[in-house]
């Protein structure tokens, strides 16, 4: 079946630092990737995605790129705020039609300290 | 900016009690869907519904759980007697359709089964 793995956390970053969040994925076919965030009291917001192999899906400083070649959508950002401090999943979902349900990873608590 | 809303934000109970879950989705998106999250461990999704009838179902929303839409916006998970394991983070989502259309989550309900 579809899975994810997501490096553990928590992380800690200095503000300015270089963030990486690592993400594989098993799947049949070829899936759509995503990393949702989530602030402290809210609920899971979409950040980025990509929807077939080399897509690179960006936003509010972030990147990832999926590498069919191995099975990664890892997460990047050059420099870090304190505002990025917030629980990243890694998600994905099957091409299959229908309201098909995404598959998370565990989720990295991110906390960027000033 | 519409928001799906879940209430209540957090809900203690005892062991074998009935719980309702509440949510109130984005008033035109016409897809539902339920997700947990027990300490620690991934994103599970748990329902699917559409069209007043549920779409698909993982193997743990068993028959202790139902959903319904009793009215126009609400959407509702009922877990009929909770076990200690039914503890984790409930998130609602919904989407305007199929595909690639975005999953808008609420910011959950914390259950604890005492």
């Known amino acids: 079946g579809n899975s994810v793995t997501q490096m553990e956390g928590p992380v800690t970053l200095s503000e300015e630092a270089f963030l990486t969040i690592n993400c594989t994925y098993t799947?049949?076919?070829?899936?759509?990737l995503f990393w949702y965030v989530q602030y402290p009291g809210e609920g899971l917001q979409l950040l980025l995605k990509?929807?077939?192999?080399?897509d690179k899906g960006s936003n509010k400083g972030f990147e990832a790129t999926y590498r069919k070649e191995t099975t990664s959508f890892h997460l990047e950002k050059g420099s870090v705020q304190v505002s990025d401090s917030a629980v990243y999943f890694c998600a994905l979902r099957s091409r299959n039609s229908g309201n098909t349900p995404l598959v998370f990873g565990k989720g990295t608590r991110l906390s960027v300290i000033a | 900016e519409p928001e799906v809303t879940q209430t209540p934000s957090h809900q203690v109970t005892q062991m074998g009690q009935e719980v309702i879950l509440r949510c109130v989705p984005i008033s035109n998106h016409l897809y539902f869907y339920w997700y947990r999250q027990i300490l620690g461990q991934k994103v599970e999704f748990l329902v699917s519904?559409?069209?007043?009838?549920?779409?698909?179902k993982s193997e743990i929303f068993d028959d202790q759980f139902s959903v319904e839409r009793p009215d126009g916006s609400n959407f509702t998970l009922k877990i009929r007697s909770t076990k200690l394991e039914d503890s984790a983070m409930y998130f609602c989502?919904?989407?305007?359709?199929?595909?690639?259309?975005?999953?808008?989550f609420g910011p959950g309900t914390r259950l604890t089964v005492l």
């Open positions: 989502a919904s989407s305007e359709g199929t595909g690639y259309n975005e999953q808008f």
């Open positions: 990509a929807t077939k192999a080399d």
């Open positions: 519904f559409y069209n007043n009838e549920i779409s698909e």
């Open positions: 799947a049949t076919g070829y899936p759509s």
